[in-house]
């Protein structure tokens, strides 16, 4: 099994454009979250998924969006990128409520 | 106030010592309880869960204590490969919530 697959990997953006990080698990497993994570902050939630259809927000979601067309993928999309989302992104998932997360391998992401 | 801290650290310790780390939430209606650990420039990997009547693996036991939304964390013997930094983890529903993290270096 692969896991959380998540690219790219890293990517500079420029302000104001927008783009999408993708997220994928072959596990089966129903939750799937973004989190981003910066120096001193811990890692804060984004959007978080309870399942194929059903996504909700977090504690920093402005600026993101996701959907949850398949139980395998979670994408995030930046609308117009912002210096302020320079961060590394990491997409989570787990299987039940009293499990905890596998995370994917994050994407740093640096906006300019 | 943060839903979830810890002491950032850093705790600096030689091989062989134990070393606890603390952490407290402020949601008295969390449910569940995690330790993860981090190394630099990598994912978090879940290191134990955490339950009310404590639990151990190996050299590392963790501890619950709700009454004082308080978890523990204590390596006993440490390792060379143990420094990274060690994540407190709460979940109140489907919200889990991440402390900053707890550095520690072992040193030989």
């Known amino acids: 099994n692969a896991g959380v697959t998540q690219t790219p990997k890293f990517q500079v953006l420029k302000t104001g454009q927008s783009m999408t990080l993708q997220c994928a698990q072959d596990m089966n497993h129903e939750y799937m979250s973004w989190y981003r994570q910066d120096p001193g902050m811990g890692l804060r939630l984004i959007h978080y998924s309870v399942g194929a259809g059903i996504t909700d927000q977090g504690e920093v979601p402005n600026g993101y969006n996701v959907s949850r067309s398949t139980t395998e993928d979670f994408p995030l999309r930046l609308l117009s990128a912002a210096p302020s989302q320079t961060s590394v992104y990491f997409c989570?998932?787990?299987?039940?409520?009293?499990?905890?997360?596998?995370f994917g391998s994050g994407t740093r992401l640096t906006v300019v | 106030r943060k839903e979830v801290e810890q002491d950032p650290g850093p705790f600096n310790v030689p091989e062989g010592a134990t070393v606890a780390f603390n952490c407290t939430y402020s949601n008295s209606a969390s449910q569940s309880f995690f330790w993860y650990r981090q190394d630099c420039r990598k994912e978090p990997k879940l290191l134990m869960s955490v339950y009310s009547s404590g639990n151990e693996d190996g050299r590392f036991t963790a501890q619950l204590n709700r009454a004082s939304q308080y978890i523990s964390l204590l390596i006993r013997d440490s390792k060379l490969s143990d420094s990274a930094t060690y994540l407190c983890v709460v979940r109140n529903n489907n919200d889990m919530r991440f402390g900053a993290g707890t550095r520690l270096t072992v040193k030989p």
């Open positions: 989570a998932s787990r299987d039940g409520q009293n499990v905890g997360y596998t």
